[in-house]
């Protein structure tokens, strides 16, 4: 019995020994000498494998950066400013600092603006919808409100208004990591700056229609009735295809398009309300 | 015996309560809206211009391509507007607007009601006629016609198939057309195959739920050598292209390659009855017959439209609108085409266009789709497909994006019946995912 226990106990620590010794060798001689720099990389990024930079994961962007001395145009859009300076600390680069940026909607069609003209009952997702038809409402262009952004926003950033129908970006949250942009069928979603103290103005509505079809199915869509555009003492504002945007690089947060707009489609966040005197004028 | 296609198909109830309804005329409406995008293929040109005066049958756009098909005025008037406005889908589409005024035709169109037998023409003089005459086919994917006709570099057609299939349920436009027009139907089958060759067999299929149209068609058919009717099972989808060929002659066509090459041209009894009044009467393609069913049996009609009529003006004679100009209470979505591949009208407003083959109304219970559940392998889908896909598989690939593994599995080759969505127990939204995935295949296609 004895014997049975001390021939099994030996071999098998034998064995094992032997093999050990073999995969020491095997291991030395088939050696990946990788760059510590990944590791250390790899820790300062955020670790989210969103694919906002354009790279398949944080892994491979961390490998392409530091291969690539002239890749700083490319940028961690989730860890930011913060991530990326980390990471010129660690390679011994300099960086350019980046404009933080989020997603905005470009749409301001909520039930009530926008009155829904039929229903669908089909698969719930925006893509399957903007394949079969123009929507549930007069607008082909608007938001359809199935929420394909909100599925797949990986920060918890986005989530569904049940009273507008419309997606609300949570700007504390946001990344700008462009998953959402990518995922709206109607490209009505776009990566803008957050602007100084989070203010920043756009133009909410896509709508490339001429004024009268507008007028006749949104009570908010943008017109192109170049009343901004004559407004803005910056030239910020283009108009092309009826419809007005807002140059976020020449704009100054002056306010002065916002009240001109008869539409009211001009968005401004996070600014303090109004003096009275504009009114007064 | 009945023939039928060999792989899947499926068997809904056929509800074809409208089929003992003569066709009527429509009356010729106030405004016509005709749009310029009624054919696979480039859109065509319009040559009016806003305040033109047109006479019915005019050309009033040009095809822009070989691939394309020009367009006749449907009415007389005047052009009011040429400008993008909105289809059935709510999508933007350059159309023609024409205020209608009395009911002028263009010379040389014959508008007597005899039929004429005799076939003068040369088989090019056909071919010019069909591509002029603004022909597509008019079983729904509305393809030029005259593209399909011609021949093609080491493809010899021979036979010509007339599908009367009509394997949708509820629409029986083609029913009532070969019951009332069987010879126009059968000339025009016959100038067809003279175009493609002397020695074109041709064949018209016919789906045994249809015994009158097979009997009058056998009928008109007993003294040609080349022409016999052939009756088809009831089942869906039986006047599919390839189940056809199929069902008709036992050839397979491969993926990617075209229906000619088995030998074989498929043409709707709709598109031949066309063709009949193109050559025989030079009456380009402005009318066509439709059908407007529900379950209610008091909303049943065949039509011959005027096409660019607008559906409302359609569905309010036909008594499915109410009196404030919305559809009446009880039916909640209209359907444009067949209940299996039709696609919902968003916009009433809209016209009606050369392929419509009908208007259906449903109600509120009959449309509501059940809560999708969870996939519990019972294969009926694949057991369904006509295609012999695997849409289970597909429905995962498309939700995961996957590409390359759905172009492995032939996603390319749905024809989008809808056989799979139909039998799914777990109500899955199979049909929906897998166009989405083959129309960004195809896009990703073309583009390399």
Sequence with gaps: MTSTLLYTILSLSILGGLLAVILYFVAQKFKVQEDSRIEQVLEALPGANCGGCGFAGCRAFAEYYINNPDSSSFICPVGGNEAMMHIAQILGREVKEQVPKLAVLRCNGSCQNLPRINTYNGSLSCAVAASLYGGQTGCSYGCLGMGDCVKVCQFNAMVMDPLTCLPVILEDKCTSCGACVKACPRNILEIRPKGPKNRRIYVACANKDKGAVIRKVCTVGCLGCQLCLKACPFEAITIADNLATIDPGKCRLCRKCTPVCPVGCITEINFPPKKQEIGNE | ?448
């Excluded at chain 2, 024409?98 to 263009?106: F, L, R, S, Y």
């Excluded at chain 2, 996957?402 to 127990?425: A, K, Q, S």
Aim: proline residues 7%; hydrophobic residues 40%; contains cysteine.
């Design chain 2, 1 to 448: 015996m009945s023939k039928t296609f060999s792989i899947g198909g499926i068997h809904p109830d056929d509800c074809k309560f409208s089929k003992d309804y003569p066709i009527e005329n429509f009356p010729i409406p106030k405004r016509v809206f005709i749009s310029m995008n009624q054919h696979l293929g480039m859109p065509a040109v319009p040559v009016v211009k806003k305040g033109d005066a047109v006479k019915v049958g005019q050309l009033i756009a040009e095809p822009a391509g070989f691939v394309s098909a020009p367009i006749h005025a449907s009415v007389s008037g005047t052009v009011s507007d040429v400008a993008p406005y909105p289809d059935f889908l709510g999508k933007k589409v350059l159309t023609i607007v024409i205020d209608t005024a009395g009911d002028q035709w263009e010379e040389g169109i014959d508008c007597s009601p005899g039929v004429r037998h005799e076939i003068t023409v040369t088989p090019e003089e056909i071919f010019k006629k069909i591509s002029a005459s603004g022909i597509v086919g008019l079983g729904g994917a509305s393809f030029p016609t005259h593209v399909k006709l011609t021949p093609l570099e080491g493809m010899k057609p021979e036979y010509l198939i007339l599908n009367g299939a009509e394997c949708e349920p509820y629409l029986t436009s083609d029913y009532r057309l070969m019951i009332e027009h069987g010879q126009e139907v059968l000339i025009g089958g016959e100038l067809m195959r003279r175009a493609l060759g002397e020695d074109v067999n041709g064949i018209i299929g016919i789906e045994d739920n249809k015994p009158r149209a097979i009997k009058l068609m056998r009928e008109l058919t007993s003294k040609s050598l080349q022409w016999k009717v052939v009756p088809l099972k009831k089942r869906y989808p039986q006047g599919g292209e390839k189940q056809l060929i199929d069902a008709l002659l036992r050839r397979r066509v491969a993926s990617f390659a075209l229906p000619i090459s088995t030998g074989a041209i498929v043409q709707n009894v709709g598109t031949a009855f066309a063709v009949y009044e193109a050559v025989q009467k030079n009456k380009p393609l402005i009318s066509k017959v439709l059908t407007v069913s529900s379950s209610d049996l008091s909303v049943q009609k065949n039509y011959r439209f005027r096409v660019g009529t607008p559906i409302a003006d359609i569905l309010s004679l036909a008594g499915a609108m109410g009196k404030d100009g919305n559809l009446s209470p009880q039916f909640a979505k209209v359907v444009n085409g067949g209940p299996m591949m039709g696609k919902p009208v968003s916009n009433l407003e809209a016209p009606v266009m050369k392929s419509t083959s009908g208007l259906l109304l449903f109600t509120e219970e009959e449309t509501k789709r059940k809560e999708p559940g969870e996939c519990i392998r019972c294969a009926r889908c694949f057991e369904a497909c006509p295609m012999r896909l695997q849409p289970y598989l597909l429905y995962q690939l498309a939700l995961a994006g996957r590409t390359r593994e759905l172009e492995e599995n032939r996603v390319f080759d749905c024809i989008e019946c809808g056989c799979c969505l139909y039998t799914c127990p777990a109500h899955l939204p199979l049909l929906d995912q897998i166009r989405l995935a083959r129309n960004a295949s195809l896009k990703n296609k073309r583009k390399k």
